[in-house]
């Protein structure tokens, strides 16, 4: 869930922002005069992120990622308890 945060109320509730962001998976978008300036996330979704978009640098992996969703649809795909038969 993301929550819309002043800088000055972040700052009060810092442990409780990070406690809710790593346990909750929350984001807090933090504002300054209420213009957003920054983001508090775990650290696990980050990285996420992050590796979410070294995949989408890869050319043509949304081609792939498309083409592989639409087999799954149509039914053609192996499921792994018949791959050792």
Known sequence: MTNVIAISDAR?????????????MDRFVITING??????????????????AEIFAIPGALKSIKKGEE???????????????
Not at 13 to 23: G, I, R, S
């Open 71 to 85: 087999q799954i649809k149509k039914g053609h795909f192996v499921r792994t308890e018949d791959l050792d038969k």
């Open 12 to 24: 009060a509730n810092l442990p409780e922002l990070v406690n809710k962001a790593n346990k909750n």
């Open 35 to 52: 213009i957003p300036k920054a983001v508090l996330l775990s650290e696990e979704e980050l990285e996420s992120l992050e590796e979410t």
